[in-house]
C-alpha cells in the first residue's frame, strides 16, 4: 500500500508540473524524474522488504514449558502470517535471566536480525544494553516497564491483558465452587481456592487477584491462599505447593507458573485446577477445567509488520480480548459446572464490549477500605491515583505491565 501510495503522489506531482509549467519537456522530464528518486529514496529508508527481514528470538525456556511454547505459537503465527521463511528467524531458547541474554541479543543483532524480542521479566535489562549499542535494531521485550523511561527509540515493551483471561477463568472457578458448595462436596465457608504463584512480583498479583475476582463475581463466600514457588518453571516445587494448599484445605488450585506440576498433583488428589497458559486437560482429565491463555501472534505480526512498513512500534503495547490476544483454553465439558459455556460467553462479551471492567473498585477492598479512599487519605497509596478513575483500576493502560500489586481482602498471601 504503502508503494502505491508513493507512486500515486509521485504521478499527482508530474501532473501538475505538466499542467503549470512553462518549461520545455526536458525540464519537466528532468523534475518528474528527480521527484520520482526522492520518493523513492524516502521509501527505501521507511521499509524493510519482508524477504529481508530477519527476526530474533529469546526464550527463557522452550517448547516443553507452557509459556515459551505459548511464545513460540505467536512466532509461528507470525511467519504464517506475514510469509517469513524458517531461515528469516532465528530463535534461542533457555537464555536466562543473566548476561546470557545479552551476549543472545548481540549475537542475534550480528547476524543481521532487523527486530529482537525476549519474554522474560530478567531479560529487560540486558535488552536494554543491547539496544543502545545497537540503535538501528529494534529490541521488544515482553512483561517489562522501563522501555519508555530508557530513552531509546528502539526499545519496546509489550505484554496482554491476560488479567481478563484469568477473571474469565476465574468465573469458571466460580461457578465449579457453586456446584461443589449445591451437591455438598463442600460448604460455602469452604470454598477456598489455592494458587501457585512463581513470584511476588506485580504480573503474579495482578494475575491471581484478577482470577479471584473472576470466581467472586459468581461465588461470594470464596477465599484465596497464594503459596510461591519462587522460580517460572520447577515442575516438583508446582507440585509441592499444589499439595501443600490442598492440604490447608483448599479445594480448587489455579497457577501462575509454567509447567503441568499443579496440574498433575491436581488430578492424583482428585482437586479441580485451572491451568496457565496450555490447555491441561491432557495431563489432568478428570481435574482441569481451563486455562487462561495468551495469544502472542497478535503482537509479533504487529511488530514484525511495523519493521517491514517502516513505521514506529508502540514504546508499550498491551491488547486483550478485543483484539483477540488473551483467552481460555477449551472447557473440560466432562469437569465444569452446568451453565458454565453460557456464563462465559456472557462474561467475554461484555469484556469485549468494554462493560466489564476486571478491577472495578466496587468488588474489591483493601483492609477494609475502598482503594480511592486510600489514595485520598494514605500517602502510601499516592501512587495508585495514576490507575484508578471511572471507578476501575486502569491495569495495562499506564503501561502495558501489569502494575497492580495491591494486597485485597479474602487473600491470604504467604512468602517464604
Known sequence: MKKVATLLMVMMLVAGMLAGCSGSTTETTAAATEATTVATQAETEAETPASTVKVGVIYIGDENEGYTAAHMAGIAEMKAALGLSDDQVIEKTHIGEDEACYDAAVDLADQGCTIIFANSFGHEDYMMQAAAEYPDVQFAHATGYQAAMSGLANMHNYFTAVYESRYVSGVVAGMKLNEMIADGTITADQAKMGYVGAYPYAEVVSGYTSFYLGAKS????????????????????????????????????SQHADTTG???????????????????????????????????????????????????????????????????????????????????????????????????????????????????????????????????????????????????????????
Open 262 to 416: 499443579a496440574p498433575t498433583a491436581c488430578e492424583q488428589a482428585g482437586v479441580p485446577v485451572v491451568g496457565y497458559n496450555v490447555d491441561m486437560i491432557s495431563v489432568a482429565p478428570n481435574s482441569a477445567l481451563t486455562s487462561a491463555t495468551i495469544n502472542w501472534g497478535p503482537y509479533y505480526t504487529y511488530a514484525v509488520q511495523s519493521v517491514i512498513d517502516g513505521t514506529p512500534i508502540a514504546t508499550d503495547w498491551c491488547q486483550g480480548y478485543a483484539d483477540d490476544a488473551v483467552g481460555i483454553s477449551p472447557l473440560n465439558e466432562n469437569v465444569v459446572a452446568e451453565g458454565t459455556v453460557d456464563k462465559v460467553a456472557e462474561i467475554e462479551a461484555a469484556l469485549k464490549a468494554g462493560e466489564l471492567h476486571v478491577f472495578d473498585t466496587t468488588t474489591f477492598t483493601v483492609n477494609g477500605s475502598s482503594i480511592e479512599d486510600l489514595i485520598a487519605n494514605n500517602a502510601d497509596f499516592a501512587k495508585y491515583a495514576d490507575y484508578v478513575s471511572d471507578g476501575y483500576f486502569h491495569e495495562s493502560e499506564v503501561i502495558s505491565a501489569p502494575a497492580f500489586d495491591l494486597r485485597i481482602d479474602g487473600i491470604t498471601e504467604l512468602t517464604n
Open 218 to 253: 459468581v461465588c461470594p463466600s470464596v477465599t484465596m491462599e497464594v503459596q510461591y514457588t519462587n522460580s517460572w518453571a520447577d515442575m516438583a516445587a508446582e507440585s509441592e505447593v499444589a499439595n501443600q494448599l490442598i492440604a490447608d484445605g483448599c479445594v480448587l488450585i
